[in-house]
Nanobody, 121 residues
Framework: QVQVVESGGGLVQAGGSLRLSCAASGSIVGINTMGWYRQVPGKQRELVAAATSGGSTNYADSVKGRFTISRGNAKNTMYLQMNSLKPEDTGVYYC???????????????WGQGTQVTVSS
């Protein structure tokens, strides 16, 4: 009913940049907060950055000043510009979107399949 798809991951050297994209589609009435999460083997998925539909953003301390989250004009898209990448930024990046569909009373979380980001030293 709702699909969330990420793209833009890859391999980059330390100090380089990548831009991740996320798009939500399907029977969507509205989207509230969208966020990027990172997971590495053996650790819990952690929030990297999030943006509300109203324009508020928040970032993990480890990426402040280097990553920028933004929502597209269509509001169902989201981007993460990652600059000055470090090896510790390596992981699978997941897009999360709180989506309201017609058959639900409120906003529910939907996840993408993840995109791998690898930063070499």
């Amino acid at each position: 009913q709702v699909q969330v798809v990420e793209s833009g991951g890859g391999l980059v050297q330390a100090g380089g940049s990548l831009r991740l994209s996320c798009a939500a589609s399907g029977s969507i009435v509205g989207i509230n907060t969208m966020g990027w999460y990172r997971q590495v083997p053996g650790k819990q998925r952690e929030l990297v950055a999030a943006a509300t539909s109203g324009g508020s953003t928040n970032y993990a301390d480890s990426v402040k000043g280097r990553f920028t989250i933004s929502r597209g004009n269509a509001k169902n898209t989201m981007y993460l510009q990652m600059n000055s990448l470090k090896p510790e930024d390596t992981g699978v990046y997941y897009c999360n979107a709180y989506v309201k569909v017609a058959t639900a009373a409120g906003f529910l979380p939907y996840w993408g399949q993840g995109t791998q980001v690898t930063v070499s030293s």
